[in-house]
């Protein structure tokens, strides 16, 4: 396979891995299988394999983060030859391709009237809900994006992605509590997502610098970290969120009754001996993830640009205070 990023996930492609795939769209749509038979009969004379629509999806995909919008017109060709217009993933690529492709807002409002019809046909039909919904978030309308979220759900309950994106949505309009419920949800499903425990951390986090009255939010936070870090041993956010987590409630630490801690929550605050060793830990291993990763060590590649830069300013402001 000459583009192996063509069979991983969007979501781990790289701009420059993108780019670069966009510009070899030609080449690699020029050896699609084609039929002059209608679908399904043209499967009949087809040369797909396995793993050959993976790869025009993804394609497709690339083609318009980069602004293709040809080669991603072909791939969706190539896909509704194979798989037929009603198909619901492929009304939804559609879809993705119009919202792409709209030059204004009016346009936009169209894709969306579209979705609209598309579901009236077929309640069921998720992937343009799920369309709607970020056609919704285009058009700076979140409060409809949220209703929207919520009838999905009412269709869907156990579907983890659309609680995750409505715990951010929730979270844009600086409803904590909804988006930590939302996000709950999500925990109930996949308790041992890592990332999931460390996003519930920073919703804590925030939740209690919006509204510092109740200091159990800071302990509870913390142990979402401790958590995401148990399940995932060189995770960068949680180490992140564990030191300012850990600052904030040293910080609070002389501010604060432990008996009144105590009696707000169910478990008792950790001692400040023992959150000066997770903030320690947490330095130790963040130094650790930053140096390692920026030397580009075996085994220590995969790291966000931009969350190695935050935590490297976030061990130099520390080793500013300390020479002060």
């Known amino acids: ?36 038979l209608p679908y399904p009969l043209s499967l009949l004379s087809s040369s797909e394999t396995e793993e050959t629509w993976t790869i025009y999806e993804n394609l497709f995909l690339s083609c318009l983060r980069t602004g293709d919008n040809v080669s991603a017109r072909k791939c969706i060709d190539h896909l509704t030859a194979r798989f037929g217009a009603v198909n619901e993933r492929i009304m939804a690529l559609t879809g ?31 992937p343009v809900r799920k369309r709607k919904v970020a056609t919704l978030k285009a ?13 999905l759900l009412d269709l869907s309950p156990t579907d983890a992605e659309a ?21 709950e949800e999500v925990l109930l499903i996949f308790p041992n997502a890592w990332a999931m425990q460390a996003r519930m951390g920073e919703l804590l986090y925030l939740s209690y610098l919006s509204s510092p009255a109740d200091p159990s939010t ?23 969120g564990l030191k300012i987590t ?22 008792p605050p950790p001692s400040p001996a023992k959150v000066e060793k997770l903030h320690e830990l947490a330095t130790k291993k963040l130094a650790e993830i930053v140096r390692r990763a920026s030397q580009q060590e075996p085994g220590w590649d995969g790291y966000d640009e931009a969350e190695l ?8 402001r520390d080793a500013e205070v300390i020479v002060r």
């Open 163 to 183: 609680w995750s994106e409505l715990s951010d949505l929730y979270l844009a309009q600086s409803m904590f509590s909804q988006a930590i419920y939302s996000l």
């Open 218 to 240: 800071l302990s509870e936070a913390l142990r979402r970290y401790c958590r995401s870090l148990e399940l995932c041993d060189d995770y960068l956010r949680g180490y992140y």
């Open 96 to 126: 993705i391709y119009k919202e792409a492709a709209a030059a204004d807002t009016a346009a936009l409002v169209k894709v969306l009237d579209k979705y609209n019809e598309a579901i009236q046909a077929d309640p069921t039909n998720m």
């Open 1 to 36: 396979m000459a583009f192996p990023d063509l069979l991983h996930p969007p979501s781990h492609t790289s701009q420059s891995s993108a780019l670069r795939l966009s510009q070899e769209a030609p080449r690699i749509l020029a050896k699609a299988p084609t039929s002059s």
């Open 246 to 267: 850990c600052q904030k409630i040293l910080e609070n630490a002389p501010k604060t009754s432990s008996k009144a801690v105590a009696a707000s929550e169910d478990l």
């Open 139 to 151: 058009l700076n309308r979140p409060a409809d994006a949220i209703a929207s979220l919520v009838e």
């Open 309 to 316: 830069i935050a935590a490297r300013a976030l061990l130099d």
